[in-house]
């Protein structure tokens, strides 16, 4: 097995590019998406069938770990690959997103962020460095930088001043990782929705040297069509022979749009999700089996997918279960999602790598255009 982290990329057409991420745990074909186990699952599947929808590669919550049961219980325990059973690569998010969302319950400041427990109000403190030794004692493949993360729409001045104590935290991010080899560390460029901001936050995260860079700051409260604005500019900022991970996102015509303009990772709760609330995503969109129209329909909920649920269930037995509120229910879904989310990925990387994106990408909003199938 390698004993670096390493990129290469295979493929690109127009701004889309395919490659494949080499870590000591295995390699993850790019574009990714990365199947979120936020509390070390992804909920409602077990392990080897998440590996089995095609994913190379899981997303873990520093945030959530740390107060249960703490990476530390975690780190005795043998890491986090060992105690969820995956053994394949984990990227660890570094709290900041998820300390954002508490709002009144935190105290910001340049040391990091105070904070109370959202389970039990217990007080804690994130900052850099702690992020740092939390996702060493996870022991993931993929560790991202310590940042801050303005919802939006927010002012110029906000945006600005909160991107210059990212960039600052980033530095101490990379100091406090050190030289961990076989792991890697990803700095976050953040600037919300304004050019400059996002180029001067390039400028700086490149100069401090990482092994991937994500696009932060999108998906949360922007919109499609200004995420996609930036994602013009964005990616094209940050070098060339690294990944570029889009954080949160997201939605299948995000994904596919994300991958236009040269995303190489991305990750969301929405195929899991969907899955526990009776939502299902196909080729033709989303289609929601509480519906009563699909009572009686004995045909797979996609008919083109060769998913355990489409394959071997009906149309009218999720309805039946869903509406009894089996828990067979979320699995099938779920599993049927992230499947479809899997294939959508496989599809990207053949079409970049065959010269056909926009091929690909005219035929996927064709058939989401035609909407779900009537009921027979």
Known sequence: MP??????????????????????????????FMPVGTAATVKAMMPESVRATGAD?????????????????IAKLGGLH???????PILTDSGGFQVMSLASL???????????????????????????????LLGSD???CFDE???LPADEATVAKSMQMSMRWAQRSRDAF??????????IQQGGVTRDLREQSAKALTEIGFDGYAVG???VGEGQEAMFGVLDYAPEMLPQDKPRYLMGVGKPDDIVGAVERGIDMMDCVLPSRSGRTAQGWTRRGQVNLKNARHMDDPRPLDEACSCPCCRNYSRAYLHHVIRAQEIIGSMLLTWHNLHYYQDLMQGLRDAIAAGQLSAFVASFHAQRAQGDIEPL
């Open 142 to 144: 993929i560790v991202m």
């Open 106 to 136: 935190r105290k910001l400041t340049e040391e990091g962020v105070k904070f109370s427990s959202h389970i039990d109000g217990s007080k804690h403190m994130l900052s850099p460095e702690r992020s740092m030794e939390i996702q060493k």
């Open 149 to 151: 993360c303005p919802a």
């Open 217 to 219: 700051g999108l998906a």
């Open 3 to 32: 004993k670096a982290f390493s990129f290469a990329l295979h493929a690109t057409d127009g701004r889309a590019r395919t490659g494949v991420i080499s870590t000591p745990r295995g390699e993850i074909r790019t574009p990714a």
């Open 82 to 88: 060992k105690f969820m059973n995956w053994d394949r």
């Open 57 to 73: 590669i899981l997303l873990g919550n520093t945030y959530h770990l740390m107060l249960r049961p703490t990476a530390e219980r």
């Open 178 to 187: 050190g030289d961990r080899p076989g792991h890697a560390l990803f700095g």
